[in-house]
């Protein structure tokens, strides 16, 4: 198992960035969660499981929702903690 850290810059809050986020997670069978950040232009993601769909879900978090405008991830791999059991939205 591997876990993913990345940071989504742009128009990514108000435009259903983290719900979007969730979907493609449980699709992709993975664990974690999403989060605003305070500065109103970050999003926070933190995904664990199988390398190759956390790929898929990475050039995902690139694209967005249609209405999202990613401008930059910055990402990080980091060891898996396996405390997730699912993928949720925090606030």
């Known amino acids: 198992?591997?876990?993913?850290?990345?940071?989504?810059?742009?128009?990514?809050?108000?435009?259903?960035?983290r719900d979007f986020t969730r979907t493609q997670a449980t699709r992709l069978g993975?664990?974690?969660?999403?989060?605003?950040?305070?500065?109103?232009a970050?999003?926070?993601?933190?995904?664990?499981?199988?390398?190759?769909?956390?790929?898929?879900?990475?050039?995902?978090l690139r694209s967005?929702?249609?209405?999202a405008e990613v401008k930059d991830v910055e990402t990080g791999w980091e060891t898996a903690t396996a405390n997730y059991s699912d993928f949720r939205i925090k606030h």
């Not at 993975?30 to 109103?40: D, F, H, P, R, S």
């Not at 970050?42 to 995902?60: I, Q, S």
Request: net charge neutral; glycine share 12%; proline share 4%.
């Open 1 to 17: 198992m591997h876990c993913l850290r990345a940071i989504v810059k742009g128009k990514v809050q108000g435009v259903y960035f």
């Open 30 to 40: 993975l664990c974690g969660y999403a989060k605003n950040l305070a500065n109103g």
């Open 64 to 67: 967005g929702p249609p209405r």
């Open 42 to 60: 970050e999003v926070e993601v933190v995904a664990e499981g199988d390398k190759d769909a956390l790929l898929e879900f990475l050039n995902l």
